[in-house]
């Protein structure tokens, strides 16, 4: 049971766009909702988080809006650079005690900004 | 500090080899994970720690062993390895707290002929 879904697959933007990558998760116990970018024979670094007591968390380019009631967020990135080019991580986890360890990714989307 | 490293870098078994991949970190972090990373599947959990000397299983720990006899140290051990452990391993650390990030190695690619 896939428990954080992940869309699109592979995504394809031109440099400045806006790149636009989805989440939906079914486990009501989950509350922290990290992304992990992760470049080419590298390990996931956080990206960006946010927990279901804000609607939206920005940093710089990058906002995750966060939908409770519809179980869904996403990540925005805005005037995308060809440098973002990478692979992204939706995850979740139930984070009530510190609980980080024990992460659910969803199946990551490719993006690629073309210069 | 050099956060969390893995060893070794690539690594190729033959069906049946058993082998550890090892994970150390040094930022004093309580909790250590193991991933694994396989094309169009995200991350996977295999076996986690909330301290040393305790142990839990993840979502796929079929196959795997670890153990946590220190803090900084949490090898992953495959006691007779299958081509479908065939994958790029990733080992994490990080310390309690509701935001607290969790740090990610570089990992470790292992091929199982």
């Known amino acids: 049971q896939q428990q954080v879904k992940q869309s699109p697959q592979s995504l394809i933007v031109q440099k400045g766009g806006i790149s636009i990558i989805n989440c939906a998760y079914e486990n009501t116990a989950f509350d922290y909702f990290p992304w992990y970018q992760q470049f080419p024979g590298k390990g996931p670094a956080l990206l960006i988080a946010?927990?279901?007591?804000?609607s939206e968390k920005k940093e710089g380019r990058f906002t995750i809006s966060f939908n409770k009631s519809a179980k869904q967020f996403s990540l925005h990135i805005m005037d995308s650079q060809p440098g973002d080019s990478a692979t992204y991580f939706c995850?979740?986890?139930?984070?009530?005690?510190?609980?980080?360890?024990?992460?659910?990714f969803g199946k990551g989307t490719l993006l690629t900004v073309n210069p | 500090n050099a956060g969390v490293t893995q060893t070794p870098k690539f690594q190729v078994l033959k069906t049946g080899q058993s082998m550890t991949l090892q994970c150390a970190q040094d930022?004093?972090?309580?909790?250590m994970s193991w991933y694994r990373q396989d094309p169009g599947m995200g991350l996977r959990l295999i076996h986690y720690s909330v301290g040393a000397g305790i142990t839990d299983q993840g979502e796929v720990p079929n196959g795997y062993n670890v153990s946590r006899s220190t803090t900084e140290d949490f090898p992953l051990r495959l006691l007779s390895a299958a081509p479908s452990q065939t994958s790029v391993y990733f080992c994490?650390?990080?310390?309690?707290?509701?935001?607290?990030?969790?740090?990610f190695g570089p990992g470790t690619r292992l091929t199982v002929l």
């Open positions: 995850a979740a986890t139930p984070n009530s005690g510190g609980s980080n360890y024990k992460l659910t």
């Open positions: 994490a650390s990080s310390s309690p707290g509701l935001n607290n990030e969790q740090f």
């Open positions: 930022m004093n972090h309580e909790y």
């Open positions: 946010i927990r279901p007591d804000v």
